[in-house]
């Protein structure tokens, strides 16, 4: 039964790995789109690279949030309660994001069109930040007290270092968007990828190793970095690399193991804490002190052993699915005037060979 | 206001919210689905059309329906700390099976069948769309799960005085659960023909394809019919089990005082409240509360005085009334609107037989301003589920008061309530045009005859 409650740290740290690696280059597109793409086909094409993909990716983050709920629940009341206004500006920016999908081909202006492209950029770059403040704040410690309960306000979250931690993610979530899009466009949109993924890199690289070695700093009293730490550093210094060495496949791995390789630390980093007290060190929350009883447990490990693999399945099978890569031509002319955004025939795309279409 | 009235404000509003947009999902997710699989079986061209058309509808609304979503979960943490630290190890179970069996599937698979109409065989991609309808029909169902369990909880043993889960079956057996969920499942079908059933009439009546566009009302109308009968069956057999646990809710519901037997159903009412103990009530039917509470003709309703005093000297002392106006007109309200939907529905399924659905005015223009009644009857149902749990936040177990994150100043909540009203009005408004819009546009064109094997395009953002 003891088991059964780092088991579920472990799922917990999994599903918001997962939420970010997924979800992180959904941000990045959503926060670059209009920069890869400089025509209203070029947008649509960025866009639609992750069309099929984002709202089953941002599902992570609701089964992670359950999740904490159902195994930690006193790290679920606290943690939320919290962060309360930060989370009310979170909802609203995953809201107008998520709308602004759907709706900004839904009618022919410009001006709606525009507005909805700003929408989805600032709604993919709040999210990033205020998550990256909200888990940082768990490690840094805010003021709880003995019944568990938060005594600070909005202000207390932004310390420095959940604020360079929020920026830090952005950073992490551009640079993992950009390798995206250099794999799934064509043509001068690639190119211009390659170009801001250059650009962005750099900023990125610094910005993690500052970011482990602040953690390092804030968790451990350590000298050296442990493995994971370590990881998070070897492989951004890689992703920066492999994107001046113009490897499209291995950059993205780069950056996926570079955003996966930050979350798993800030969770390393905090264990057996789930929310560190500021106020007394007595009055940390921690895995025990937060957990729910065994039969819920046990009954919630039988539920995600069976449901995560087969989930992991047809997500993949979704990848797979789409795999293609988006080119603009396909977006020209703007389909806008066809109700429902029918495209024009499929265009052959000299890149990738002929698209494949399975009709029957 | 108090914390405790702004936090059930906020709740209230983002809850009823959100609830316009999952039965409209529910119910028309399962209608495409249907539309399509008539496609993938005749061939017909008016029928991938009609799939096409209804399926822009029902994205306009899953986009919102997914992101409000998110809200409800996140809200039990941010205003409800309280409540979620004592009972999260059972009301958190449902919602993290709700995540990992419903919500996965219905976003993934959404995305599959947006785009994959060129990428998928027929048939798979049939199935994507059946997923999506059965993975939003499975989400009602945890959630539901986790609200029955505070009307009425199960499965449970205290251990220093909290809560603690011992038996998930007894969660997903609750009566109150099997029947809520019956109920739930057959009002957004309701909710779903009464929409394709104003679009399609709102088509016929300003010159939309006759022929396709009354095959979709026919459908609406065939759905509607016994989903709406069903609707009130299982809601009465609801209300007979909610009596048995919650007596106050239906007590409150009639405005029952003192212990009746047989007991009689008044249509309208002057006055009352929970002030007021002595309301002028209008056309009592007699006999009927009886049926409605406890299915016999002359069973017994207790009364809201001998439960208030009962429950003071189980619970210690309190008020343990719910509001009585609410109670009773919500569910009149409901039942009202109710009775409304299945006189449309039955109109309806008579002027087909007649072979004058498409050409009787009035019935169209009816069936177009029917469109709001099921929004209503939800809400209404909602508010005397909800409304008549109170005090309770968990039914016996905790009060609504003592629920609260308790450091969440009133500034937080104001801040809170006032941002969500904003970006709901603006939503739901951005919504509403769309809706109408696309309820107006034309089908798209009809496939000539060698196109009719060509893959159909996907539909891309």
Redesign the interface.
């Given at each position: 039964m003891g088991n059964l409650i780092p088991f579920w740290y472990i799922i917990i740290a999994v599903l918001w790995t997962g939420f970010f690696i997924l979800e992180g280059f959904d941000f990045g597109v959503g926060m670059l789109h209009a920069v890869i793409g400089t025509d209203e086909a070029g947008r649509r094409a960025a866009i639609n690279t992750i069309g099929p993909l984002w709202d089953g990716n941002e599902v992570w983050l609701i089964v992670a949030g359950a999740a904490m709920f159902a195994a930690f629940p006193g790290w679920y009341a606290t943690m939320f309660s919290a962060y309360n206004l930060a989370l009310v500006l979170l909802l609203a920016s995953l809201i107008v994001r998520g709308v602004a999908f759907e709706y900004r081909g839904k009618r022919d202006a410009a001006r709606w069109r525009r507005t909805w492209d700003v929408l989805l950029t600032a709604g993919s770059l709040l999210a990033p930040l205020l998550i990256g403040v909200a888990l940082a704040g768990l490690l840094h410690g805010l003021p709880i007290n003995s019944a568990q309960n938060f005594t600070g306000s909005f202000w207390d979250l932004l310390q420095p270092y959940a604020l360079f931690t929020g920026i830090t993610l952005v950073l992490i979530c551009l640079l993992h968007g950009a390798t995206f899009l250099c794999l799934k466009t064509t043509g001068d949109m690639r190119e211009r990828s390659w170009r801001v993924a250059r650009r962005v890199a750099p900023f990125t690289g610094a910005a993690v190793i500052g970011f482990i070695i602040w953690t390092h700093v804030t968790a451990s009293s350590a000298f050296f970095l442990n493995v994971i730490e370590l990881l998070a550093i070897l492989a951004v210094i890689a992703a920066v690399w492999l994107v001046y060495d113009h490897r499209e496949g291995f950059a993205f791995a780069a950056t996926t193991v570079t955003i996966a390789a930050c979350i798993i630390s800030i969770f390393v980093d905090l264990y057996p804490n789930v929310m560190v007290s500021s106020t007394s060190k007595a009055d940390n929350l921690t895995v025990h002190n937060t957990a729910s009883g065994g039969y819920s447990l046990k009954v919630m490990t039988v539920v995600v052993i069976i449901l995560l693999p087969v989930v992991l399945a047809y997500q993949t099978w979704t990848y797979y699915v789409f795999r293609r890569r988006v080119s603009r031509q396909e977006f020209q002319p703007p389909a806008s005037s066809v109700p429902d955004g029918v495209p024009p025939k499929p265009v052959t795309n000299p890149e990738v060979g002929p698209t494949t279409t399975s009709g029957h | 206001m108090t914390n405790v009235d702004l936090a059930r404000v906020e709740f209230a509003f983002v809850s009823i919210n959100h609830f316009f947009f999952v039965p409209i999902t529910i119910g028309l997710a399962f209608l495409t689905a249907l539309l399509q699989t008539a496609w993938v079986r005749s061939k017909r061209d008016e029928y991938l059309r009609l799939t096409?058309f209804f399926g822009?509808l029902l994205?306009?609304n899953?986009?919102?329906g997914?992101?409000?979503?998110?809200?409800q979960?996140?809200q039990?943490?941010?205003?409800w700390?309280?409540y979620?630290?004592?009972?999260?190890?059972?009301?958190?179970?449902p919602?993290?099976?709700?995540?990992?069996?419903a919500?996965?599937?219905e976003?993934?698979?959404?995305?599959?069948w947006?785009?994959?109409w060129?990428?998928?065989?027929?048939r798979i991609h049939l199935l994507t769309i059946w997923a999506v309808s059965f993975g939003s029909a499975l989400s009602a169902a945890f959630i539901l799960a986790a609200n029955s369990w505070m009307q009425h909880p199960v499965g449970y043993v205290m251990?220093n005085g909290k809560p603690?889960?011992?038996d998930?079956w007894a969660v997903f057996t609750n009566p109150v659960f099997v029947w809520g969920y019956a109920k739930v499942l057959f009002a957004s079908l309701v909710t779903g023909a009464v929409v394709m059933l104003a679009v399609s009439a709102w088509q016929l009546r300003h010159g939309g394809e006759r022929e396709v566009f009354t095959r979709s009302a026919r459908l609406a109308l065939i759905i509607l019919v016994p989903a709406i009968l069903f609707t009130m069956l299982v809601g009465d057999e609801l209300g007979v089990i909610e009596a048995r646990y919650q007596p106050m809710k239906i007590a409150a519901a009639e405005a029952q005082w003192t212990t009746c037997q047989p007991c009689s159903f008044s249509l309208f009412q002057i006055g009352g409240g929970n002030d007021d103990q002595t309301p002028t009530q209008i056309i009592e039917i007699p006999h009927l509360l009886s049926l409605l509470a406890t299915n016999h003709w002359n069973g017994q309703v207790v009364g809201l005085n001998p439960l208030q005093s009962q429950y003071t000297k189980q619970f210690g002392p309190g008020y343990y009334v719910p509001n009585v106006f609410i109670q009773y007109w919500a569910m009149r309200a409901m039942a009202y609107l109710g009775v409304l939907v299945l006189l449309i529905s039955v109109w309806g399924l008579w002027l087909i037989r007649r072979k004058k659905l498409a050409t009787s005015r009035v019935f169209l223009w009816v069936a177009v301003w029917g469109a709001v009644l099921p929004f209503l009857m939800n809400t209404a149902g909602w508010f005397l589920t909800e409304s008549g749990r109170q005090p309770w936040i968990v039914q016996g177990i905790m009060l609504t008061k003592n629920g609260i994150?308790?450091?969440?100043?009133t500034t937080?909540l104001w801040?809170?309530l006032i941002?969500?009203i904003l970006?709901y009005g603006t939503?739901g408004t951005?919504d509403l045009i769309?809706m109408l819009?696309?309820s107006r546009?034309?089908l798209?064109p009809p496939r000539t005859e060698t196109d009719a094997?060509?893959?159909?395009?996907?539909?891309?953002?």
């Open positions: - | 096409r822009t994205v306009i899953v986009a919102i997914v992101v409000t979503g998110i809200v979960e996140f039990f943490g941010m205003n700390g309280q979620s630290r004592l009972v999260g190890n059972i009301f958190g179970a919602l993290a099976m709700e995540g990992l069996a919500f996965f599937l976003s993934t698979f959404l995305g599959l947006l785009f994959g060129d990428r998928l065989p027929r251990v603690q889960l011992n998930i994150s308790p450091t969440v100043s937080t801040i809170s941002a969500f970006l939503l951005v769309l819009r696309y546009e034309q798209p094997d060509a893959p159909v395009p996907a539909v891309l953002y």
